[in-house]
Every structure is written in C-alpha cells, then in structure tokens.
C-alpha cells in the first residue's frame, strides 16, 4: 500500500504573482486560480490555500474569499516528490508478449499511470508485477507505458519492455504510422454517415480538466469516423486515430453534436437537445435505462496495429468489446423498454 502524499516532501516548483485588473468580477478564489494556473486541479489550489502557501495581499485567505479588483495574490505552487511505485498484484489481460513488449487489454475504471490522487491501483503497477523489465523512455512513474487511454475507456495498449522498443514505438505513435481504431456509441446519427475531424484542441480555461475545440489556437488534432450501425436514437461508430490529444474522440464527437453516450464530461449523460429521435416516450425511458446501464463513456479501443521494433513485421491486434458495450448494443438493437 502506498503512502498518503502528503507523507512525501514537497519543493516549490514555482512562485507566481497575480494582480486582479479592474475588469475582474467578484469570483471564489479558488476558482480563480484553477482557471487561471494551467495544471493544477481546484482540490490543489484548495490544498494551497490550506497550506499558507496562497496569500492575498499578503495576508492568509480562505478559497471562499471573492476576490476583487486591485487585489494581489500570491502563489506558491510546490512540487510533491513521487511517491515509489509499488508493483501491486492486479488482475491484467495479456494479449501478446515477447522479450521486447506486451501488448494488454485495459479495463474501463483502470487509470493508466500513477498521478495526483492516483498513486496506487493503475496499470503502471499491474505492468511492474507482471513483468521483469520494463522502459524508462517516459519516467520513473510510468514504467512500459508507450501511449495512454483515459481513466474509462477500454481498449488495447502497447508496453515496451526496454527503453530502444520504447523510442521505436514512440517514433511510430509520433509519425502516424501507428493504427489504432475505437468503436463507440454515440447519441443520434451522424451526417454524412462518413467524414474527418480536424480542429485545434487545448485545454478549457474555465475547468482545466477538459479539453475544447479552439479556431486558432491548440495542438492539432484530426479523427476519421464511419458509422457501423444506425439505433432509435444512437450509433455505433468506428474511429481512426491521425494524432493521439487528450481526450481527442470525445471531444470530437460532442464538436459534431453526438457525443459518446454515457460520457459524464462531455454531454453524454444527456441526449442532445436538437434530437428529435426522442419525441416517442418510449425512446426516452429506454434512454434513460441505458445511461443507467453505461455509466461510462462508450468508447472501446478496438484494434491496434505496428511494426515490431525489431523484427520489422507489421504486427496487429483487435480486443472483442467488453461486456457492458456489448450489453449496450444488444439493448439497442431489440430497442425494447424493460
């Protein structure tokens, strides 16, 4: 079992000094400065003002305290000391491995790598019982991990087992030469039943824990969508990967109007509102009977394809989808209200 973090010391890694201009309204302090420090979550800067470590005008304040114009605040933002990773004897699904890498099938629910409130419990400390060796290439604290899916998606990853199948692998994800294909379920029908993505992405200034699309500005990001199978008011859709953003599907897909269904970050928790497909009552009580079946975002990281970085054979792989999507689809294709 891992130590609390706060049982780790902790360096400053930066001081930073706001002024409140005149323009600024009447605003929580802690909302303030999760808005306004890329990175830190509003638990942290809570922790901060805890701490004393966030003064305004030089005096102690509480996250609740509404700033106003002319204030200054003061910011000390400290860096923890990672916490030693653990191997921990978690349950992982091996599709492939040889001495260079292993391929696993991620479970929904399963964070991919240690992080703040995430120290034990991820696949990195699944990966460090499992195996022997693992690469260096990305840290200390994510032992073998090549590429990343977020916390609820499913789906297949590569892990390299030392730091040259690391770089290779890397190379392939960077260029694009990587194949990696998603099936979801997402909310209406999309038109054309074909079509391509391609947006800037960065990070929301509002709640820094979500992505947005942005006209100029972000890194580019570019999906490839095909609807598989039209429902009532719902399709299963298969997606390809040109880059690999934070969250990049997911916020795609609810750009387009459709997002993935179940998705509590980006509006798939709720039909949208402009589907008509959802006029009969017997449509929203099914619909309703399924969020609640799916309380995750329907997206499966479906196949996934590569050279091998040392026999130079092109290598792929596909994972069946898990047991709450298939249980999803079936409901969907009856299309009966239980």
Known sequence: MCASPSAFPEKVEKRLSLFIPANQGRERLDKFLTQQIAGLSRARIQELIASGNVTVDGKSAKPSHLISPGENIAVVVLKRAAPEMLAEDIPLRIVYEDEFLAVVDKPAGMVVHPAFANYSGTLANALLFHFEKLSGGSGQDRPGIVHRLDKETSGLLVVAKNDQAH????????????????????????????????????????????????????????????????????????????????????????????????????????????????????????????????????????????????????????????????????????????
């Open 167 to 338: 770089a290779a692998l890397s190379v392939q994800f960077r260029e694009k030469s990587a194949e990696r294909e998603y099936h979801a379920v997402v909310w209406g029908h999309l038109r054309p039943r074909r079509g391509r993505v391609e947006t800037f992405l960065k990070r929301s200034e509002k709640d820094r824990t979500r992505i947005v699309v942005d006209k100029k500005e972000g890194r580019w990001a570019v999906t490839n969508y095909e609807t598989l199978e039209e429902f009532a008011f719902c399709s299963l859709v298969r997606l390809r990967l040109e880059t690999g953003r934070t969250h990049q599907i997911r916020v795609h897909l609810a750009h387009l109007g459709h997002p993935v269904f179940g998705d509590p970050t980006y509006g798939g928790r709720l039909p949208p509102r402009r589907d008509a497909s959802l006029a009969k009552k017997e449509e929203r009580k099914l619909a309703t009977q399924l969020l609640e079946m799916m309380p995750r975002q329907a997206l499966h990281a479906r196949s996934l394809g590569f050279i091998h970085p040392f026999t130079g054979e092109k290598i792929h792989f596909e994972s069946a989808l898990p047991e709450d999507m298939t249980a999803l689809l079936k409901r969907l294709r009856e299309g009966v209200v239980k």
